[in-house]
């Protein structure tokens, strides 16, 4: 399906990108020079992927997602909080490969869940029928073959197929696309992702004049609005993240973009007017880089308190260990600092009780704690 960009109503839409360019570049180079942004940046995917699935009418605790993390769930764990976790792993591969690898050809297909050979249904013959073996399985390389040949092989197949079936064969049902693994009875096999995934790239393509954080806001709108993936909406946050990364907008981040749209009313955010949808877009950037600028404030003022209780400390203390991971992770268990710090049960909780963390739980066993 086909995203028209149109005449954008610049005049109502260059304030908002404005503001949200100026919150995300100042969060950025304030992470560029801060000692606790590489554990702002870890605890930030677990909000923001506890926020991707409360978008999509999940809910997914923040301590489930922490001990699903590290291995040590408490309970069985569920369908949502198995995609949360996919959510926190597709941002931290984002974020350690190179900025222009996610809207690269392997980082589309990885980020988007489609790795390895994945042939289109069009080269396995919509109606049942082979086609070329030559035919490109990538979507975004150049095809060598004439299209108006394509379409006419195609038509072809749906004619030889009838033929069969009227006079009596026994045709083998439609199959998913070869390489693709997915359950056919989970997946509507006329959806072609492929297709979809490469309008919406080209809508990156179409915009390449506008600032960077506009496109942004564009590409986002054209991925719900084209509907690319069946199943994942959320990775459409993730790649236009990458993206506001690659522009170096975000250089030293990846933006939150899931936090900042649970904060925008969905009747803004799915609203029937575009330039409405867009501008709620650039208001959810902002958002999130506000969120991001308390959240860092209060895990600086967390570290210089904890600090202050490591001096006259021995050089050999597991203090200063517990810090970066108190830092690094909304909650820690007890399994949690036993497994990081090489320490018993005992003698973690004697340093829990010595940076005096918050029991954020409430239960008398399974507690988890956090920094105030």
């Known amino acids: 399906m086909a995203y028209e960009i149109g005449k954008l109503p610049l005049e109502a839409l260059i304030s908002p990108a404005a503001r949200a360019t100026e919150a995300l570049v100042r969060l950025d180079e304030r992470l560029a020079h801060s000692p606790v942004s590489d554990g702002w940046i870890e605890r930030t995917h677990f909000h923001d992927a506890v926020a991707a699935m409360w978008i999509a009418g999940d809910l997914v605790h923040l301590e489930d997602l922490v001990f699903r993390d590290e291995e040590m769930d408490l309970r069985t764990p569920t369908h949502e909080l198995t995609r949360a976790q996919m959510v926190v792993r597709k941002r931290r591969r984002a974020l350690s490969q190179a900025r222009d690898w996610a809207l690269g050809r392997e980082g589309l297909r990885e980020l988007s869940g489609r790795s390895g050979t994945v042939t289109s249904v069009r080269e396995t013959g919509r109606e049942g029928e082979g086609a070329p073996a030559a035919a490109s399985a990538d979507p975004w390389d150049e095809p060598e073959t004439d299209q108006l040949a394509e379409e006419f092989a195609e038509i072809d197949a749906v004619l030889s197929r009838s033929s069969r079936l009227l006079a009596g064969e026994a045709i083998p049902p439609r199959t998913a696309p070869q390489g693709d693994e997915r ?39 054209a991925w719900h609005d084209i509907e690319v993936l069946q199943r994942g909406d959320w990775v459409g946050g993730v790649l236009v993240a990458a993206f506001l990364r690659q522009e170096g907008v975000t250089s030293h981040h990846l933006a939150c973009l899931h936090v ?73 268990s007890t399994g949690m600092v036993q497994a990081a710090l090489k320490v018993s049960r005992q003698g973690a909780l004697d340093l829990i009780g010595v940076f005096g963390l918050r029991e954020l739980t409430g239960r008398g066993s399974y507690r988890a704690w956090g920094i105030v």
Not at 189 to 201: F, M, P, Q, V
Not at 213 to 220: E, F, I, N, S, T
Not at 290 to 318: C, Y
């Open 183 to 221: 359950l056919g009875i989970l997946y509507d096999l006329d959806w072609d992702e492929d297709a979809r995934l490469t309008e919406w790239r080209q809508v990156l393509d179409r915009t390449a004049e506008l600032p960077a954080v506009l496109r942004a806001a564009l590409a986002l709108d």
């Open 260 to 332: 900042g749209a649970q904060k925008i009313p969905r009747e803004r955010r799915r609203s029937a007017g575009r330039t409405e949808r867009v501008v709620a877009h650039l208001d959810a950037m902002r958002e999130a880089a506000v969120a991001g600028w308390k959240e860092h404030d209060r895990l600086l003022l967390a570290k210089e308190r904890l600090e202050f209780l490591l001096r006259g400390r021995r050089a050999n203390s597991k203090l200063p260990a517990l810090l970066k991971l108190v830092l690094s992770r909304p909650v820690v």
